[in-house]
T-cell receptor
Framework: GESVGLHLPTLSVQEGDNSIINCAYS??????FIWYKQESGKGPQFIID?????DKRQGQRVTVLLNKTVKHLSLQIAATQPGDSAVYFC?????????FGTGTKLQVIP | DTGVSQNPRHKITKRGQNVTFRCDPI?????LYWYRQTLGQGPEFLTY????????KSRLLSDRFSAERPKGSFSTLEIQRTEQGDSAMYLC????????????FGNGTRLTVT
């Protein structure tokens, strides 16, 4: 994958509200994306993935949306909880390796 | 715990010393990756193995860095003549060889070079 970047470095959300984290990618040939969550002192943890033949995929409290026209991804977290505080990365997985952006830090306000 | 395991979790060393880190991947995973992460940045790709073969190395991997995966299971990453700029979190990940198979990461080794 090529450049994968995020729009905002920090996002503050009230506990219980929904969070939306955005991501842009530049390689129009990218066809598989992953969202990772990284807590302080830990490695990135797989949250959810989406293939380019899908527009939306839902998991437990998380939804990923893919807009191939504008090369944009978003991660929606429903009913944000303090345990959701972390840095979130979108990543582009090509055949051989994952390319990460800088990440968005999600701060949950109690 | 059947996840990716990395040892040690923390390593403090003096400049000029050699260090070695170990990674034990998820047992059925053919591919093993090394990434480096500095504060506030996303992980940067260093190298990866498919079974015991090292298939790609980043330009970030200077000649002071060497990685091995001798039997296609665990891997080691050695840094010779460490420099302060080597201070970072070194992350290992593993995956199946299939296309669109996500990487699963360990919790990393935090290296501090004094």
């Amino acid at each position: 994958g090529e450049s994968v970047g995020l729009h905002l470095p920090t996002l503050s959300v009230q506990e219980g509200d929904n969070s939306i984290i955005n991501c842009a990618y530049s390689n129009s040939a990218s066809d598989y994306f992953i969202w990772y969550k990284q807590e302080s002192g830990k490695g990135p943890q797989f949250i959810i993935d989406i293939r380019s033949n899908m527009d939306k995929r839902q998991g437990q409290r998380v939804t990923v949306l893919l807009n191939k026209t504008v090369k944009h991804l978003s991660l929606q977290i429903a009913a944000t909880q303090p345990g959701d505080s972390a840095v979130y990365f979108c990543a582009d997985l090509g055949y051989q390796k994952v390319t990460f952006g800088t990440g968005t830090k999600l701060q949950v306000i109690p | 715990d059947t996840g990716v395991s990395q040892n040690p979790r923390h390593k403090i060393t003096k400049r000029g010393q050699n260090v070695t880190f170990r990674c034990d991947p998820i047992s059925e995973h053919n591919r093993l990756y090394w990434y480096r992460q500095t504060l506030g940045q996303g992980p940067e790709f260093l190298t990866y193995f498919q079974n015991e073969a090292q298939l790609e190395k980043s330009r970030l991997l200077s000649d002071r860095f060497s990685a091995e995966r001798p039997k296609g299971s665990f891997s080691t990453l050695e840094i010779q003549r460490t420099e302060q700029g080597d201070s970072a979190m070194y992350l290992c990940a593993s995956s199946l060889v299939h296309y669109n198979s996500p990487l699963h990461f360990g919790n990393g080794t935090r290296l501090t070079v004094t």
